[in-house]
Structures are given as structure tokens and as C-alpha cells.
């Protein structure tokens, strides 16, 4: 069972569910990209006067903006999960259908839970996945969190990115997905390296 909110959700999950998009995860591919580059142009001037170099570098910021953007709305979305996790209202949800939607190039899935308010009243969410959640069907009601200022807007915990799990009350990162950390890892190892040569 939950604590009342707000609550304590753990560092290395909130970590986890900002990088898990495939928005975020572009932008920080971009990010690096640019990053290195930088640092690769800051290496190979290292000693040597003010030149064309420079004028090179002052070309990658616009392209580190765009890349900025994807990371910025693939975060903004996902800290939305963050915040309902901490102050969210616990529930518990049914599933009432699952449905695959299928087009020439993929497939993917639709589940619809079915949650009860504190209030009493009922409302529907969808998950929507690429691929089969087995999590999503293990249990009879799936534990979930709704906002208590809007409750149409709900998430279930097993699809969230690092498998929150439940310890005194508060919200663990249940481990996996390790690599989601690589790229962030990597720009900001670009920076430190451009930052020393600069």
C-alpha cells in the first residue's frame, strides 16, 4: 500500500522514467552528436590561435538547439509519470480490453483499464505499447495512481520504466534498463572534455 501523498519516489526512478522515451532518448543522441564534435574540434585545436575552428563551433550550437527539443518535450512529458507517482491517489484498476492495432509497418496494443475513484466514480484509461505487457494482464486489479485534481488522468505502475515497486509505503526503482543512461552519461563526458580543451 501507498503512503499518502505526496510521497517519496527515489532518485534513480525518476531518473529512469525521464530518459525512457524514444523523444528523450533522441535528443540526447543529438546532444552527444554535437557535443562530441565540439570537443573533437576543441582536441584538434588545442594550443593553437582563434581560426576557422572557432567559426565550426559557433555552427553546432543551432543544431545543439534543435536538439534540444525533443529532449525538452520528450522530459516534460514523462515528468508528468514523475508527478503523478509522488502525488497521485492509489487505486486499482481492471482490465477491460486488450486489442491489437496493426498497420503494414508495426503493430501495437491497446489496453483499457477500468478505476474507481476515491470519490466513487468511474473512469477509463488506455495504455498503449509496442509490444505485449504480460505485467499489464498478471493481476487481477493492476495497482495504479490517478490526480486527485483530475482524475481521468491515470497511469498503472507495471508499465512504467524501472518497474516501480512498492517498500514502506514509497515508490523503489525495481532495477533493469541500465543502458537508458549511456547517452546522458556520454554528452556529459563531451562536456567535461570540451570544458578542459576549451
Request: no cysteine.
Amino acid at each position: 500500500m501507498l503512503a499518502q501523498p505526496p510521497r517519496s519516489v527515489s532518485l534513480s526512478l525518476r531518473l529512469r522514467i525521464l530518459l525512457s522515451t524514444v523523444t528523450t532518448q533522441g535528443g540526447w543522441l543529438g546532444l552527444t552528436f554535437v557535443v562530441w564534435l565540439a570537443a573533437g574540434a576543441s582536441i584538434s585545436r588545442h594550443g593553437k590561435p582563434p581560426g576557422r575552428d572557432d567559426f565550426h563551433l559557433a555552427l553546432l550550437l543551432p543544431v545543439a538547439a534543435v536538439a534540444m527539443i525533443p529532449l525538452i518535450l520528450g522530459t516534460r512529458r514523462s515528468w508528468r509519470h514523475v508527478r503523478l507517482l509522488s502525488r497521485g491517489i492509489e487505486t486499482h484498476g481492471k482490465l477491460v480490453s486488450k486489442r491489437e492495432i496493426a498497420n503494414a509497418e508495426t503493430s501495437f496494443w491497446h489496453y483499457t483499464f477500468e478505476y474507481r475513484t476515491a470519490a466513487g466514480t468511474t473512469h477509463r484509461m488506455v495504455v498503449i505499447t509496442d509490444v505485449p505487457e504480460k505485467t499489464l494482464e498478471d493481476d487481477a486489479l493492476e495497482p495504479m495512481v490517478y490526480d486527485p485534481t483530475n482524475p481521468d488522468v491515470a497511469t498503472t505502475l507495471d508499465h512504467l520504466p524501472g518497474a516501480p515497486k512498492i517498500r514502506d509505503g514509497q515508490l523503489m526503482d525495481g532495477g533493469g534498463g541500465a543502458l537508458l543512461f549511456v547517452l546522458p552519461l556520454a554528452t556529459i563526458a563531451g562536456i567535461v572534455t570540451f570544458a578542459v580543451l576549451a
